[in-house]
């Protein structure tokens, strides 16, 4: 859970795992994790810190990951989860955490729904669920006000700006949010666009399409565009942050100049700098390059 909700966050999936003492299995392999007393230990591993490219998303994103980890524990828990400074009254929404020997069944009856709504609000597919799944227990629909939205599920702040043909700058000030991270029921304000009687709508931003290669990453992509992590996800509603070669990905498209280099195939820096006659230091410096590779496609500043 915790790993899924970093990953939402923007962080790039690695894997859980634990490590067991070789002494004895029955232990844990790390001394802090082990001498902790009746408690349920995790360590997270964000980054490294001597990894330029970790430090730099550690210092721009580190405290949406962290929100991740608080809401992966409070649905552990069985908590209701509501996000930093927003009124929880108005957030409240009736859920139930799946534990250890539940059904469908057992659940109905417990909470007086039936089967089929159960499966309808939550969008299950045969019987089957799972240790740790949250199950929305009333119907989630979009209020009547039109100054205020439900999130449903697949929104994002990304489609939920365009329905309303709003800058998704407008919804996280007008609800205070302090990350990208939405929850289904959550109650969002929606800012009043109609000031003014002449006031023009938001022109819908143009984008380009980025064909994923062999050694991308979320993490890659978005930082050769300029772009957030969490931003580029929203963008591309992505669920499944594990991309696949030749997968399409929307990226704001970008007003090309005289300053910029698009590397073909063939190009190797040393080319690239020979052609412009510029240093190849100077060229890795200018773009923050911390090797010589490059990928077609690649825009570089010159």
């Known amino acids: 859970m915790i790993l899924d909700n970093i990953g939402n966050s923007g962080q790039i999936k690695r894997k859980t795992y634990q490590r067991r003492l070789p002494e004895n299995p029955n232990k844990d392999y790390y001394y802090i994790l082990r001498e902790t007393g009746n408690v349920e230990p995790v360590l997270i591993e964000y980054g ?3 990894n330029s490219q970790d430090a730099n998303k550690l210092n721009n994103y580190l405290d949406n990951y962290a929100e991740g980890v608080v809401k992966a524990i409070t649905e552990y828990l069985g908590y209701n989860y509501f996000l930093p400074n927003q009124n929880n009254e108005s957030e409240a929404q009736d859920y139930y955490i799946v534990k250890k020997g539940d059904t469908l069944y057992s659940i ?17 597919i045969g019987n089957n669920i799972s240790e740790g799944q949250k199950l929305y227990l009333t119907n989630i629909e979009q209020n009547n ?33 302090n990350g990208n ?6 109650l969002l304000l929606i800012p009043n666009k109609s000031n003014g009687e002449n006031e023009e709508p938001i022109v819908e931003e143009e984008y380009d399409i980025y064909i994923v290669q062999k050694g991308d990453s979320l993490w890659k992509i978005a930082r050769e565009n300029n772009i957030p992590v969490p931003e580029l996800i929203e963008m591309n509603n992505l669920n499944d942050l594990t991309l696949q070669i030749n997968q399409k990905l929307l990226i704001p498209k ?26 190849v230091n100077e060229l890795k410096k200018l773009n923050n390059l911390e090797s010589n590779l490059l990928s077609i496609g690649q825009e570089l500043i010159i």
């Open 48 to 50: 490294f810190i001597d």
């Open 181 to 186: 991270i939405l929850d289904i029921g959550q």
């Open 108 to 124: 109905s009856k417990k909470f007086n729904i039936s089967i089929d709504n159960l499966k309808q609000i939550n969008n299950i």
């Open 254 to 279: 970008k007003n090309k100049d005289n300053n910029t280099y698009i590397v073909k195939r063939g190009d190797t820096l040393w080319s690239i700098a020979k052609k412009l006659n510029i240093d």
């Open 145 to 177: 006000d039109n100054n205020t939205y439900i999130v449903k599920k697949g929104d994002t702040l990304y489609s939920i700006a365009k329905q309303f043909n709003l800058k998704i700058e407008d919804i996280i000030k007008e609800n205070k949010l």
